[in-house]
């Protein structure tokens, strides 16, 4: 959903310091309703806005049957510093990206993540179409409109993957066609939509072991000026693509003691229309808790979520899917691979994502 986070403590470590960091933020230009989308267009960067972010999650599959979650998200943030200063190195933009790999036989995410100042060739995020990358690392839309196939690349000390990702259907606009609300005040929003149920085929390089694999993923683009309204402490989001073909996105956001401020979201049954989901739709309540040995935080990864009055179950493949990423967005946050079951029945896999657990979210 609604990525991330702790943008402002990035700027020191970008070369943001003395009379810089007093500058006056600039006026970030708000999301309003109707605007409207064009594709592939949109599927680029908006730098006048505040942040931005290209999300990927999926599930992959490796020739023996071995099953394992992945992430790779982009990030691109307006910093505010040095809008008036001509040098090409001056911080106005930042790239961040995180990477991780949730394998049940390690029983803990693996993860890595990057930092850079916007600066050809060394990061960047295209306005075009999708292309953003920090380094190697790299989210690219290979092909035009409508229908896609994008490219993931991303790799640490534990893992790498090269992923080829593609869309089977045109990107789904969430909210009211795209405008996405995420509290009371109609401000706080984001223009945003989701690609899901991509065919996934590529490599990934475990511990120094190459092996194919296949799967299916989940692609978000959301840009925005203001998401988290006064009182918010994080948001619990998730999407699913369901095994009838459809696709659920649903999230809440939390107040201090734990209690929704805004719900919504958006579901796709197998064969049928997209149907947007208003706050009295989506009740999502904790189940059961895991708490982190290294945070200390406390996170539910076990829910009960009720959607229009059908009753499902959220359950992790495994509990230790804590991502500390405070070298580059400054929080630590729980994103991990989830099945969605409806009775006993599993009726879909996709990521569950919990912010504002070991901390309330600064964004």
Not at 86 to 115: K, V, Y
Request: glycine share 14%.
């Amino acid at each position: 959903m609604m990525k991330h986070l702790g943008w402002l403590l990035v700027l020191l470590a970008c070369g943001a310091g003395g009379a810089a960091a007093v500058e006056p933020l600039p006026v970030f230009p708000s999301v309003v309703a109707g605007r409207g989308m064009t594709f592939p267009a949109d599927t680029g960067a908006h730098p006048d806005y505040r942040t931005e972010w290209w999300y990927v999650t999926g599930w992959l599959k490796d020739d023996q049957g071995g099953e394992r979650g992945f992430q790779v998200t982009f990030f691109r943030v307006r910093s505010g510093i040095g809008e008036g200063n001509a040098s090409r190195f001056a911080p106005r933009q930042i790239m961040l990206a995180h990477a991780a790999l949730a394998d049940p036989a390690t029983g803990r995410l693996l993860h890595g993540e990057r930092t850079e100042r916007a600066m050809a060739p060394l990061a960047g995020a295209a306005q075009d179409r999708t292309r953003a990358w920090v380094g190697d690392w790299s989210l690219a839309l290979e092909d035009g409109a409508g229908h896609g196939r994008y490219r993931a690349q991303a790799s640490s000390e534990n893992f790498a993957f090269d992923l080829s990702l593609v869309a089977g259907a045109a990107p789904l606009l969430n909210g009211r066609a795209g405008y996405s609300q995420k509290a009371p005040d109609p401000l706080n929003a984001s223009y945003y939509y989701s690609r899901p149920q991509l065919a996934v085929d590529g490599t990934l390089t475990l511990h120094g072991e190459a092996r194919k694999v296949r799967g299916h993923a989940w692609l978000d683009h959301e840009w925005s000026s203001a998401i988290m309204p006064d009182g918010a402490r994080g948001w619990d989001w998730i999407g699913i693509n369901l095994h009838d073909g459809g696709s659920l996105m649903a999230f809440r956001m939390r107040d201090a003691q734990g209690a929704a401020l805004w719900s919504g979201g958006t579901l796709r049954e197998g064969g049928g229309d997209a149907r947007r989901l208003e706050p009295g739709q989506v009740v999502m309540q904790p189940l059961r808790h895991w708490r982190s040995p290294r945070s200390g935080a406390e996170y539910p990864v076990g829910w009960k979520v009720d959607i229009d009055g059908r009753q499902f179950e959220l359950r992790p493949l495994m509990d230790d899917q804590e991502l500390d990423s405070r070298r580059s967005t400054g929080a630590i946050y729980w994103e991990g691979a989830v099945r969605l079951f409806e009775g006993e029945r599993e009726i879909g896999q996709g990521y569950l994502e919990m912010t504002g657990y070991a901390g309330r979210l600064r964004m």
